[in-house]
């Protein structure tokens, strides 16, 4: 079993118009760059047989995989569970506002969450479950 992590393509910048009400959360699509770096991506991964992309359930990694899948012919699955990390109050605003958080996050020497967000350990124990269930679904079926 090998699982392959893809990271979508270039997408708009974050603005009001980018806001998803439904899911509380900036969501940019993909730029048309970002759609031609999935394509090429598509391209590259070609050769390789995928039984399955799972991607978060935001604009961005969905567009991306619907690219990867349709050229793999693979089944594409969404979950909220593997959004990026929350950054809590840091979602519109500049790291100006924050610099002691700046300081640390940049420093990398500390798992710091966010204010009002996650942090890494929390981000991995929401995905930690669902990679668990992909990873045993996949040893039953094979």
Same mark, same amino acid.
């Given at each position: 079993?090998?699982?392959?992590?893809?990271?979508?393509?270039?997408?708009?910048?974050?603005? #009001?118009?980018?806001?998803?009400?439904?899911?509380?959360?900036?969501?940019?699509?993909? $730029?048309?760059?970002?759609?031609?770096?999935?394509?090429?991506?598509?391209?590259?991964? #070609?050769?390789?047989?995928?039984?399955?992309?799972?991607?978060?359930?935001?604009?961005?990694?969905?567009? $991306?995989?619907?690219?990867?899948?349709?050229?793999?012919?693979?089944?594409?699955?969404?979950?909220?569970?593997?959004?990026?990390?929350?950054?809590?109050?840091?979602?519109?605003?500049?790291?100006?506002?924050?610099?002691?958080?700046?300081?640390?996050?940049?420093?990398?020497?500390?798992?710091?969450?966010?204010?009002?967000?996650?942090?890494?350990?929390?981000?991995?124990?929401?995905?930690?479950?669902?990679?668990?269930?992909?990873?045993?679904?996949?040893? $039953?079926?094979?």
């Amino acid at each position: 079993m090998e699982i392959f992590l893809i990271r979508h393509g270039e997408c708009e910048n974050r603005g #009001q118009h980018n806001y998803n009400i439904e899911k509380g959360i900036y969501d940019p699509h993909l $730029t048309e760059r970002g759609e031609g770096q999935a394509k090429n991506l598509a391209k590259v991964l #070609q050769g390789i047989h995928f039984d399955v992309f799972f991607s978060s359930d935001l604009s961005r990694a969905v567009m $991306t995989a619907d690219v990867l899948a349709e050229k793999n012919s693979a089944e594409r699955i969404c979950l909220k569970e593997f959004r990026e990390i929350d950054v809590g109050h840091l979602e519109d605003k500049s790291w100006d506002e924050y610099p002691d958080v700046y300081f640390k996050w940049k420093r990398h020497e500390e798992d710091i969450a966010f204010p009002g967000g996650e942090c890494g350990e929390d981000v991995w124990m929401r995905v930690r479950p669902v990679l668990m269930d992909i990873v045993l679904i996949y040893l $039953t079926k094979h």
